[in-house]
């Protein structure tokens, strides 16, 4: 079984400042991670994925989250927050399952980013 | 630009009508997805196929059907829905490899139902 916790549903930052969505996994297997971002009527877009390759990993837009397996955790950082990144950020574990992959959505964080 | 197109992107019906929400997929992956995302609920697995077989179906009413016809296309089904079905449906895609869950799925923008 894996399930994921996104712990905050809400997350307000000035435009400059930097950017952390948390998010903690439990899993009996190997995980890989994944975080997508959703514009408003729009479609989940891969903003990074974890496989085990390195734990520091980086994504597009600046955004890097970094793989903290006694923590269970999969955090999102970026550095200076954008207009742009005003949107909803999911964290995902997947895990195989025969000739697909099993996956896990969290609930998701709403980021507002204030001029 | 994405490589997962669903059409209609907007559709409104009566409970009454039958309608149906097209997925196609030009990444030549072999697992296909749907999704249920609704206001303030966590996104829903509905139904996954991979290479071309219904391989989980998760407790979905039987208002809804899918249909797979081959690796690129996939189709929802719909009749009899009710209000409680307005929602994003979302399609994904994904490059299954037997033992491995690290390829990412591919999402594309949804078709946004609404049930009068």
């Known amino acids: 079984a894996q399930s994921v916790t996104q712990l905050d549903s809400h997350v307000s930052v000035s435009e400059g400042t930097p950017v952390l969505l948390r998010c903690n996994y439990s899993?009996?297997?190997?995980?890989?991670l994944f975080w997508y971002v959703q514009h408003p009527n729009k479609g989940l877009q891969l903003l990074l994925k974890y496989t085990s390759a390195a734990t520091l990993v980086k994504g597009i837009n600046g955004f890097e989250a970094e793989f903290k397996k006694s923590e269970t955790s999969f955090h999102l950082t970026k550095p200076s927050a954008h207009m742009s990144d005003a949107a909803e950020y999911f964290c995902v574990v997947s895990v195989p399952s025969g000739g697909y992959q099993k996956v896990t959505f969290g609930t998701g964080t709403k980021l507002q980013v204030i001029p | 630009e994405t490589g997962v197109t669903q059409t209609p992107r907007h559709l409104v019906m009566g409970m009454t009508n039958k309608k149906s929400l097209k997925c196609e997929q030009h990444l030549g992956h072999n697992a296909m997805y749907w999704y249920k995302q609704s206001a303030k609920k966590p996104l829903e697995l509905m139904f996954v196929y991979s290479l071309e077989e219904r391989v989980e179906n998760n407790s979905v009413p039987s208002r809804f059907s899918p249909e797979c016809p081959n690796s690129s296309h996939l189709f929802l089904h719909l009749h009899t829905l009710q209000p409680e079905d307005s929602a994003l449906y979302l399609c994904?895609?994904?490059?299954?490899?037997?033992?491995?869950?690290?390829?990412?799925?591919?999402f594309g923008d949804g078709t946004r139902l609404s049930i009068l």
């Open positions: 994904a895609s994904s490059q299954g490899v037997r033992g491995r869950g690290n390829q990412p799925q591919h």
């Open positions: 899993s009996s297997y190997s995980p890989s």
